[in-house]
């Protein structure tokens, strides 16, 4: 028999009489639903958190590592908050109508990271918006005067051929470098004026206050992006050349060294040099940031030591270069990573010669380095190019005294032998990179080293010039010398 009682808590409960005498308290099956609904759903909201503050200290971290991305947001709120007034304030509001809201939309759209890119298509979208306003207002009044029957098929036809037309210009390599956005903003544009023209009266009011409005959102993103920590397109692949050039340095170091310590196997003791050789995959993954920056660069005006007709295309030319090394080297990784053990006969026969190439490399690249870093030109690259070369040829004739005249099987001789054609051939291709930097060094006009030009700058006396014509005569003596090893 259930009999229902009141408990303390003013909350009722159900006992039931059993047959001994004793009775048991009835729990609804509610409590137990209950009881799992609130732990799922302590599960669900300790994983949700957890995802949550997951997800916010890899942005935190990607913020501390580059700062200049939480400057760039705050950035793009200013400009947004400096446009919006022309929105909210009542006099600028009757000044621009409703057409303001164009400017915000402008900015969302065209601010970038960088200057370049802002430039860019700041004026992509200034141009394109008005070449296609006017050519929809020429197209429109020409299809009014045509009469009611005829306006709907010039309309229509006109958006299909210059529609088609500035999409296959989209194709064109010269066209998508530099103005890609700014045809599709023509392709958007000229069919919006040309399908309401159709319909709206004042079409050229409407055509104006947009058109203002855009180049009132332009030209606070171009302020704003060169006022404010500006962030230059020129700048950062100047800087991404010449740390490029350090990696590949420190990584043909690392790399010839390992090669001849570990004996053609792999050596997991030295993890930080081990890192340290995968620096010249970093350089075979630039080449599209190289591209992008040289493409905005190009939008630039001049600023800090980048004159406005700096020659950003042959710092392609520098890069194209630099990644030809790393590919040689990716190759001599391959071989240090090989299973295949050389005799070590033939590795102490080679290796102070491969050494030493691979240092003399080192040196003449760090040397770019920091020619390209300055801006100076280097006194000494001549020399160390010179060494270079006589460390190869000495190299060249270590490798011909080691064919199989000794007895020595010619797959022993596999490892080695490709480890020293790959650093002849990157020596080959550190010449081409110092081709490149001189060609860089005569276009932008780079100076000399501070002591070298107040030593120019000084009155040179009878006994400066007999100094000067003994250094010179040094220095040929000394490059003679070099040339004849």
């Not at 958006?159 to 599709?184: E, H, N, Q, W």
């Amino acid at each position: 028999m259930a009999e229902k009682q009141q408990s303390s808590s003013d909350q009722l409960e159900w006992r039931i009489n059993v047959g001994d005498g004793s009775s048991r308290t009835l729990v609804p099956k509610a409590g137990l639903v209950r009881r799992a609904w609130q732990g799922l759903k302590g599960v669900i909201e300790a994983f949700f958190v957890k995802k949550v503050w997951r997800f916010l200290k890899k942005a935190w971290d990607l913020g501390v590592d580059d700062p200049r991305k939480f400057i760039h947001c705050l950035k793009v709120g200013i400009a947004l908050t400096v446009v919006s007034l022309f929105y909210y304030m009542r006099p600028l509001y009757d000044g621009f109508g409703g057409n303001a809201m164009w400017a915000v939309m402008t900015v969302v759209v065209v601010f970038e990271n960088n200057v370049g890119a802002s430039v860019c298509k700041c004026l992509n979208r200034i141009c394109g918006t008005s070449l296609a306003g006017f050519l929809g207002f020429g197209v429109h009044c020409l299809a009014s005067k045509s009469g009611p029957k005829l306006e709907p098929f010039i309309v229509g036809s006109s958006v299909f051929l210059l529609a088609s037309a500035a999409t296959f210009s989209r194709f064109i390599p010269s066209v998508k470098a530099r103005f890609d956005y700014g045809a599709m903003i023509f392709i958007l544009t000229f069919s919006l004026v040309s399908v309401s023209g159709y319909r709206v009266d004042e079409l050229l009011g409407m055509a104006r206050e947009r058109i203002s409005t855009i180049i009132v959102g332009t030209s606070l993103c171009i302020l704003v992006s060169m006022l404010i920590c500006p962030i230059w397109a020129g700048g950062e692949l100047h800087v991404l050349i010449h740390r490029n050039m350090e990696k590949l340095a420190i990584s043909l170091e690392g790399c010839t060294s390992e090669f001849f310590q570990s004996n053609g196997g792999v050596d997991d003791k030295n993890k930080e040099s081990n890192e340290k050789l995968l620096g010249f995959k970093c350089v075979l993954g630039s080449k599209a940031n190289e591209e992008a920056m040289a493409k905005f660069a190009l939008w630039e005006p001049a600023h800090g030591q980048f004159n406005y007709k700096h020659p950003w295309k042959q710092y392609l030319k520098i890069g194209s270069s630099i990644r030809s090394c790393a590919y040689c080297l990716e190759a001599l990784n391959a071989c240090i990573n090989s299973e295949h053990k050389v005799p070590e006969s033939i590795m102490e026969h080679v290796s102070d010669s491969c050494l030493t190439v691979s240092s003399n490399a080192s040196r003449v690249i760090r040397e770019l380095a920091e020619t390209m870093k300055t801006m100076k030109r280097s006194s000494t690259i001549d020399v160390l190019l010179g060494e270079m070369n006589s460390s190869v040829q000495e190299l060249q004739g270590n490798l011909k005294s080691l064919l199989p005249e000794n007895g020595t099987p010619i797959m022993d001789m596999i490892p080695v032998l490709t480890c020293v054609s790959l650093l002849i051939e990157i020596a080959n291709r550190v010449e081409a990179i110092v081709d490149a930097v001189k060609e860089l060094s005569n276009l932008a006009a780079f100076g000399f080293k501070d002591q070298d030009k107040s030593k120019q700058d000084q009155p040179k006396s009878s006994e400066n010039l007999v100094q000067e014509k003994e250094r010179e005569e040094q220095t040929i003596m000394t490059l003679q010398r070099v040339s004849v090893l």
